[in-house]
């Protein structure tokens, strides 16, 4: 036990340092070859922070453990909102002034619907898993067009400086390799300890997956909001939870659907798609702004985390 223990918290320090890394270097590269900030925080940026989850949802499922990616995807859109925004917010209250924001997250619903329509008969299909292939491009397609649209929102700035230092090809191929390298390497560690931790304790790969792998793989998106609120970059730190949570659902719940085409847990959708949706309602009605600046004071913050908590106890009670 100690082994796996050992095992999973080496494994989510490497997945955390390998994925900045990775997102950094991508980001170089696309920068490099002239596409502009907005887009690249708007999709590669995206794309980049759900990384771990995606490669853990790709081992998990080659492993024959469906379960574990599918809880994934659930569980880091949960600890997104409740742990990262949550733990964020009371560093730093944060205030939402991005027109983009306020888009995107009635999208964030459409995109769960989705998944929860294709959720609805109990198994996800490989036709499943192409639908929400196609979402994921029709979504990155829509956010480019919203970057060129919108020059003049307040994330503009914010993405121009928040980019990492400009570096020569050459470099950003090698950490982007690297960064890659690691991130697989630190996956097959965390989903080896965390499916051995599973059937020492004799509880499912789901609720592992919305457990210990959801808030490992969820150490980028917290990191990341930390540090762009500590540096006033508000918009940043909630736009990375809204995007990500996106690409949970489209990238992440396909993994498995497409490589291990399957029924699943039908806990995963009477128990943690609900509560998946309420902390996205809580999400959307403190930080939409509806007659100004959307805003998650430290009260607010505070209430994610309680929230957050309150979820992790009723799995405990409910595995028990």
Not at 6 to 14: D, M, S
Not at 74 to 82: D, H, L, P, R
Not at 306 to 320: I, K, N, V
Request: proline residues 4%; hydrophobic residues 60%; negative net charge.
């Amino acid at each position: 036990m100690i082994l796996f223990c050992l095992a999973v918290v080496i494994g989510f320090l490497l997945l955390a340092w390998s994925a900045d890394r990775f997102v950094d270097a991508a980001s170089c590269i696309a920068s490099i070859l002239g596409v502009p900030p907005m887009i690249i925080g708007l999709t590669i940026v995206s794309l980049g922070t759900s990384s771990p989850e995606i490669v853990v949802a790709i081992l998990a499922a080659m492993d024959g453990t469906p379960g574990l990616a599918i809880g994934n995807a659930i569980g880091s859109n949960i600890a997104n909102i409740g742990l990262v925004l949550g733990l964020t917010a009371l560093v730093v209250p944060l205030s939402v002034h991005s027109q983009i924001i306020r888009r995107e997250i009635p999208i964030l619903f459409l995109v769960m619907l989705l998944a929860l329509g294709l959720m609805l008969d109990g198994e996800l299909s490989r036709l499943d898993g192409l639908v929400l292939i196609c979402g994921l491009v029709m979504l990155l397609w829509w956010l480019s067009l919203l970057g060129f649209r919108e020059r003049k929102d307040a994330l503009q700035d914010e993405f121009s400086e928040a980019l990492p230092a400009s570096q020569s090809i050459q470099k950003s191929v090698v950490w982007f390799v690297v960064g890659l390298a690691l991130l697989i390497a630190s996956s097959r560690l965390v989903v080896w300890g965390a499916v051995n931790i599973a059937h020492e304790f004799g509880v499912s790969d789901l609720v592992i997956g919305l457990t210990i792998v959801a808030v490992g793989t969820s150490l980028p998106e917290l990191m990341a909001s930390i540090v762009s609120a500590l540096k006033k970059e508000h918009d940043i730190a909630i736009g990375n939870v809204v995007g990500s949570n996106m690409m949970n659902i489209l990238a992440v719940l396909s993994v498995p659907a497409l490589i291990a085409p399957q029924a699943f847990d039908v806990e995963a959708l009477y128990r943690d798609m609900p509560v998946m949706f309420a902390f996205t309602v809580v999400l959307f009605l403190v930080a939409y702004g509806f007659h100004g600046p959307g805003r998650i004071n430290r009260i607010e913050g505070a209430l994610l985390l309680t929230g957050f908590c309150a979820y992790l106890l009723l799995l405990y009670a409910m595995s028990s």
